[in-house]
């Protein structure tokens, strides 16, 4: 069995704005910097294996929380919004032409104008997950975050989510194999003197 510790990105300009990003390369702002600064991976989880997505806003937070490099992979991207992506999703949702939706009435199959589903996000996560050896770090985004916890709690974006997704906590899942298993509740960050 293999632990694997999720943690979301800090904040940019646009998570700030309510704006979708979704593959954009939307870096973390200076205030972020500062507020990820005064943090540290706790052990066990600062000596287990780092990595992120290869967007700069992940790599970046796993820098400054780890002190080191992270491992990259794409399967770690955030979901594609498509055309929603630099939207603010008030705006879409306060649009009844938009065919924007709450993630409660996603499905697994939902799909933004020329984006990915859930679906689609999962099938090229799952293949990352089977890579693992031992336990491990992602630094990644709230859309990944979602479909691994999803899928570890057997929810189907129908209804409200069993989980909520906060900054600077490490969402453990237990991976044995296909099996999924979540930790009850997250594992706060390590609080530490800012330099």
Known sequence: MI??????????AWNRAG???G?????LDDM???????FAL???WDAAELWSSPLSRAVETAK??????????????????GDWEGQKGLELKAD?????????????????PGGETPAEVWARIRP?????????????????????LAQAYHWDFDGPAPFRIKRNRLFVIEVAGETLTPWPEPVRLTKIAAP
């Open 19 to 21: 704006q979708i990003q």
């Open 23 to 27: 593959r954009s390369d939307i870096p």
């Open 64 to 81: 400054v929380v780890a002190g080191r490099a992270p491992l990259t992979d794409p399967a770690l991207t955030e979901m594609f919004w």
């Open 32 to 38: 972020a910097r500062t507020e990820l600064a005064g």
């Open 96 to 112: 009844p032409d938009s065919g924007f939706r709450d993630i409660e009435h996603w499905g697994w199959d939902y799909r933004p």
């Open 42 to 44: 706790p052990a066990p």
């Open 128 to 148: 990352w997950l089977a890579t693992l050896q031992r336990d491990t770090v992602a630094v990644c985004h709230i859309g990944i975050m979602r479909m691994i």
């Open 3 to 12: 632990r694997l510790a999720l943690l979301r990105h800090g904040h940019t």
